[in-house]
Nanobody
Framework: QVQLLESGGGLVQAGESLRLSCSAS????????MGWYRQAPGKQRELVAR???????NYADSVKGRFTISRDSAKNTVYLQMNSLKPEDTAVYYC????????????????WGQGTQVTVSS
């Protein structure tokens, strides 16, 4: 079926940058929307950023001005450029995608990646 693979996480110091990547593979016709979520220890999973096929974006207030989401639809890939990282950004970051599975029927299904760890030290 469909798999999402995240990469780019790691350990950085406050103020540094990371770029996350998520590539979708499998029986994909197209991807309507892709996004990034994160979950810190002891906290609920929260939206970080998302982008539609038209390029419309949404960001959590906590990351506006620091993070930028982008996509390459031809490669079924979404990126998250994270600048000026803060310790509170430490979390597992998950990629999500709403995927069109068929060309002849209107079906969207949501998929999630396994997550990639981002750790920001003080």
């Amino acid at each position: 079926q469909v798999q999402l693979l995240e990469s780019g996480g790691g350990l950085v110091q406050a103020g540094e940058s990371l770029r996350l990547s998520c590539s979708a593979s499998g029986s994909i016709v197209s991807i309507n929307r892709m996004g990034w979520y994160r979950q810190a220890p002891g906290k609920q999973r929260e939206l970080v950023a998302r982008i539609t096929i038209s390029g419309s974006t949404n960001y959590a207030d906590s990351v506006k001005g620091r993070f930028t989401i982008s996509r390459d639809s031809a490669k079924n890939t979404v990126y998250l450029q994270m600048n000026s990282l803060k310790p509170e950004d430490t979390a597992v970051y998950y990629c999500s995608a709403d995927v069109n599975l068929f060309t002849d029927v209107a079906i969207l299904r949501n998929f999630w990646g396994q997550g990639t760890q981002v750790t920001v030290s003080s």
